[in-house]
């Protein structure tokens, strides 16, 4: 019996994907896509307002790994939850929120470059270079 090889064929979409800012806004918008699609929301890629180069699922990936890692701790990813369902960072003039604060900040500086090997946010250089231009 001769091996075949199956053909799907592969959309390709080339439309230009809107890189984040920075940590703090991907994982906004990621708590929001998950938020959405435990309400029942389904995911088509390419179909988004705005096309974002990854999927939630990504950044979940990201943070699961450095947890392995333990580069982040179950403290860094309960303080990135909480506040990342309240929309808002925490505020370090709160006495209550002064510990999250520093954790929400070392969260998210462990989470950038990581971030930005995967293209998933533009590098502060580059957003230095075209606010330049």
């Known amino acids: 019996m001769a ?34 699609r435990a309400e029942g ?18 950044i979940l990936k990201l943070v699961e790994r450095l947890h392995r890692q333990r580069r982040l701790l179950m403290d860094h990813i309960l303080v990135l939850r909480h506040y990342g369902k309240r929309l808002l960072p925490p505020d370090p003039y709160r006495a209550k929120e002064m510990r999250a604060h520093k954790l929400w900040h070392e969260a998210l500086d462990r989470l950038e470059p990581v971030l930005i090997n995967k293209g998933i946010i533009r590098e502060q250089r580059e957003l230095f270079l075209e606010a330049a231009e």
């Not at 991907?26 to 998950?34: E, P, S, V």
């Not at 929301?41 to 990504?58: H, I, K, N, V, W």
């Open 3 to 36: 091996n075949r090889e199956r053909y799907s064929p592969k959309i390709q979409t080339e439309t230009e994907t809107f890189t984040f800012e920075n940590a703090e806004e991907a994982w906004f918008w990621f708590i929001q896509a998950m938020q959405a």
């Open 41 to 58: 929301a389904r995911f088509t890629q390419g179909l988004s307002l705005y096309p974002r180069p990854c999927e939630p699922m990504d």
